[in-house]
Nanobody, 114 residues
Framework: QVQLVESGGGLVQAGGSRRLSCAAS?????MGWYRQVPGKQRELVAR???????NYADSVKGRFTISRDNAKNTVYLQMNSLKPEDTAVYTC???????????WGQGTQVTVSS
C-alpha cells in the first residue's frame, strides 16, 4: 500500500519560515504540494519531477522552494517570507512514472499569523 507521510506544519508568524516534508513509501516520478482553504478550490503550490524539473504557483514564486531527495523518496517545501494568505491545509501529492494514478497525503495545517 502506497503511503505519503507529511510533517512540518504548524503555526508561524508572518515573515517567518517553515519546511514541509513528505516521504513516500515507494519511488515516485512527480511529487508536489497542493493547498486548500475552506470554500476555495485546491491549488497547486509547487511540483517537482524526479529529474528536478519544477513549477510553482505565481503566488509563491521567489518565496517557496521545492526540492527532493530521490534516495529517500522525500519531497520538501521550504516556505520563506510567509504571509497570512499562505494559511491553508497543505497536502502532498505524488505519482509514479508512467502512471495516471495520483496519491495523496493526509494534509498538514499551516497557519500564518499576522
Amino acid at each position: 500500500q502506497v503511503q505519503l507521510v507529511e510533517s512540518g506544519g504548524g503555526l508561524v508568524q508572518a515573515g517567518g519560515s517553515r519546511r514541509l516534508s513528505c516521504a513516500a513509501s515507494v519511488s515516485m516520478y512527480f511529487m508536489g504540494w497542493y493547498r486548500q482553504v475552506p470554500g476555495k478550490q485546491r491549488e497547486l503550490v509547487a511540483r517537482i519531477s524526479r529529474n528536478g524539473g519544477t513549477n510553482y504557483a505565481d503566488s509563491v514564486k521567489g518565496r517557496f522552494t521545492i526540492s527532493r531527495d530521490n534516495a529517500k523518496n522525500t519531497v520538501y517545501l521550504q516556505m520563506n517570507s510567509l504571509k497570512p494568505e499562505d494559511t491553508a491545509v497543505y497536502t502532498c501529492n505524488a505519482s509514479p512514472y508512467g502512471s495516471s494514478r495520483d496519491y495523496w497525503g493526509q494534509g498538514t495545517q499551516v497557519t500564518v499569523s499576522s
